[in-house]
Each structure stands twice: as structure tokens, then as C-alpha cells.
């Protein structure tokens, strides 16, 4: 009896939890934007995440190995980015307490800093940086690039996950102008799909 009465317990909250889970099946947000390599050290590093509305991070979609993994000088081994030029990215290395990380959760979200020109995607499943569905509610997107040394970009928008299909309305903050390296990317766009 006593097996029956906890199967009861289980099939009712499986079934109470169903619609919550379901919410944001199948919506995702498309983040793209034109990228182009520039010539020099202290350019090229890139983030993109999000955040909830309490400002904590949720995911981060993609950050550039450099920022991240550093390069190795001499015989010395290899430094984080963020550490050897304190201007890669530095709102991502803050809002994600990057310093806080294993190298091991930090390659999760690390990828190679293209080698070409090219259009860049990434794509946000509405789940967490473990893989869970992220409560309803509102979010930020955020795209930061370090144009070159202290001249860097931050393009942000806000949106719910009851927000419908279409266009994310975005917004930049730049710190420092840089007339050479202004190209790095552009054509920011994300898109609820």
C-alpha cells in the first residue's frame, strides 16, 4: 500500500512539473553578428552570454580561447588573457567571475578567435550553463568585443521567454573610440526564434 500511495506522490508532481518544463520548448534566441579579424595584439577577444534579471549570469554562449587560455611566453607557462591584458573583455571576466573558474568550465565555453572574416552564430537553447531549462521570466543578451587595447564594445538587449518571435532591440555602450578597428564586428542581431 505503502508503494502505491508514493507512486501517486511522483506521478502527480512529474505531472505538475510537465507544463513548466514544456514552457520553453522549442523557442531559442539566435545571436549573430559580422566579424572581422583585425591586424595587432590587444583585438580580436569576444563574449557573448546571458544574463537573468537579477544581473547573474546564466550562460555563457561563446568566449575567445585567448581571453580565457592566454598564450604561452617563453619558457613561462601559459597566463589567462584576461590577466596578461586586462582590457580583453573585461565586463564578461567580471559579470562571469571568470577568475572563479576552472580552466576545465572555462573551456566549455571557449572557442578558437576565428582566423577569417565571417559571419558568427550562436544559438541560446533557454537552458542554464548545467543544461536545465531556465525558469520563465526576463532576460539580458549581451555581445562584448575588445575592438583593440581599451576601445571595447558592448551591445545588450532584453526580452522574456514569453516574448514572441522576432527581433531582440538592441543597444551598444562603446568606451573608447577606435576609427581603425571600429569593423571588428558588426550587424549585431539577436533574433527569438
Known amino acids: 500500500m505503502e508503494t502505491k500511495k508514493i507512486f501517486t506522490v511522483l506521478l502527480a508532481a512529474m505531472l505538475l512539473a510537465v507544463p513548466a518544463m514544456g514552457q520553453n520548448k522549442g523557442k531559442s ?10 591586424a595587432g595584439p590587444g583585438s580580436n577577444q569576444y563574449a557573448v552570454w546571458i544574463e537573468n ?3 547573474a549570469v546564466v550562460k555563457t554562449l561563446f568566449v575567445t580561447s585567448f581571453t580565457t587560455k592566454g598564450r604561452a611566453r617563453g619558457n613561462q607557462p601559459a597566463q589567462r588573457g584576461y590577466v596578461l591584458r586586462p582590457a580583453c ?13 576552472t580552466d576545465q568550465q572555462l573551456d566549455a565555453v571557449t572557442g578558437a578567435t ?9 544559438t541560446w537553447n533557454l537552458t542554464d550553463q548545467q543544461g536545465k531549462a531556465v525558469p520563465q521570466g526576463t532576460y539580458k543578451v549581451f555581445v562584448e568585443a575588445t575592438l583593440y587595447n581599451n576601445s571595447d564594445i558592448i551591445y545588450s538587449g532584453t526580452f ?3 516574448s514572441k ?5 538592441l543597444t551598444s555602450k562603446l568606451s573608447e573610440p577606435d576609427e581603425q578597428h571600429k569593423n571588428m564586428v ?8
Not at 558588426?186 to 526564434?193: G, P, S, Y
Open 114 to 122: 576565428p582566423q577569417a572574416d565571417a559571419l558568427q552564430t550562436f
Open 165 to 169: 518571435a522576432g527581433n531582440v532591440a
Open 29 to 38: 534566441l539566435e545571436v549573430s553578428f559580422n566579424y572581422q579579424k583585425q
Open 160 to 162: 522574456t521567454t514569453k
Open 186 to 193: 558588426t550587424n549585431v542581431k539577436a533574433v527569438i526564434k
Open 89 to 101: 573583455v573585461p565586463t564578461w571576466v567580471k559579470v562571469s567571475k571568470a577568475s572563479e573558474k
Open 53 to 55: 534579471d537579477k544581473g
